[in-house]
C-alpha cells in the first residue's frame, strides 16, 4: 500500500486581480496558515469571543520557506496589508496571536473575524475521540469527567499532524520522536485530574491546552536540548514530559537571548 500524501491546497483567488500586490512567498505563507487555521479549528484552538486563533512564529516562517527573520517580518506585514490576516500581540516573550482573515470568496466561519479589538486568550484543546474535550469554564464545572472518553489511537494520530511527524523523521531519530508521540498520548488520555509538572501538579484540562500549541519547532527545540544536557537523567518521561510543556515559553525566550 502506498502511503498517504499530504498537501497543502493554495487558494486561486490570491492569483485574481485583487491580489497582484502579493509576493509569491507571501501567498505561500498564506497558504501555510490557512493549513495551520484548519489545525486550530480541529483543536478548538479559539479565542473567548469563539474566534479561531492561530500560532505561527518567525522562527517557523525562516524554516518553512527558507529566509530571514527580516523577511519573514515583511511577508506577515504583506499579508495584514491585503487584509488577510491580523495579529495580536501578547507581549515580550510571548507569541503573537494570529487571526487568519477570509480570503475574496471564501465564506466566514467564525463568529467575529473582522473583529481587530477582540481580547484574546489561549483555549486550545484537543478534539479526541467520539466526544470532544470541550472548552469550559473551570471556575464553574468540575473537568474530572470530560476526558473519559478520549481514544488513545485518535490523540496519537492528531499529535502526529500538530507536530508535522513525517517530516521530522527526515531528521531525528524515529525512535526519539515516537517516544515523545506516546508520552504525549498517554499523558492526554491518562484521565488524571493532576498531571505532574516538574514540582507542580496542573489540571490536565490546562497541560492540554498547552500541549494543543506545540509545533515541530517545539519538538526540534526539546530534543537538541535533551542532545545537549550533560547531567544523567534519572526519570526521562516525567523530565521530557516538563521539558515539552515549558518549551511553549522557554522556545522564544531563548531564540530571544540568542540561547
Do not use: W
Amino acid at each position: 500500500m502506498k502511503p498517504t500524501q499530504k498537501f497543502y491546497k493554495m487558494p486561486q483567488a490570491l492569483f485574481s486581480d485583487k491580489y497582484t500586490q502579493l509576493s509569491n512567498d507571501a501567498k505561500i505563507l498564506y497558504m501555510l496558515l490557512l493549513d495551520r487555521r484548519s489545525l486550530s479549528e480541529k483543536n478548538h484552538f479559539n479565542d473567548e469571543n469563539g474566534n479561531t486563533v492561530v500560532l505561527y512564529s518567525n522562527d517557523e516562517v525562516c524554516r518553512k520557506i527558507g529566509c530571514g527573520h527580516d523577511k519573514a517580518t515583511k511577508l506577515f506585514r504583506e499579508l495584514e496589508g491585503a487584509n488577510l490576516l491580523r495579529r495580536h500581540r501578547q507581549g515580550k516573550g510571548k507569541p503573537s496571536l494570529i487571526y487568519v482573515n477570509f480570503y475574496e470568496g471564501e465564506k466566514s466561519a467564525d463568529k467575529n473575524a473582522e473583529n481587530s479589538d477582540t481580547k484574546t486568550r489561549e483555549t486550545g484543546v484537543y478534539e479526541c475521540g467520539k466526544s470532544a474535550c470541550n472548552k469550559t469554564d473551570h471556575n464553574q464545572i468540575d473537568d474530572s469527567h470530560i476526558y473519559q472518553s478520549i481514544n488513545y489511537n485518535q490523540a496519537e494520530e492528531q499529535i502526529k499532524d500538530q507536530i508535522e511527524y513525517t517530516i521530522l523523521t527526515e531528521r531525528y531519530s524515529e525512535g526519539v520522536l515516537l517516544e515523545i508521540v506516546h508520552l504525549l498520548a498517554d499523558t492526554l488520555c491518562s484521565g488524571k485530574e493532576q498531571i505532574r509538572i516538574g514540582q507542580r501538579s496542573i489540571p490536565l484540562s490546562t497541560f492540554i491546552q498547552r500541549i494543543s500549541l506545540l509545533t515541530a519547532e517545539h519538538i526540534e527545540y526539546v530534543i537538541e536540548k535533551l542532545e545537549k544536557t550533560p547531567n544523567k537523567i534519572h526519570n526521562m518521561r516525567a523530565y521530557l514530559l516538563t521539558v515539552l510543556y515549558n518549551s511553549i515559553d522557554t522556545l522564544d525566550t531563548d531564540s530571544l537571548y540568542g540561547n
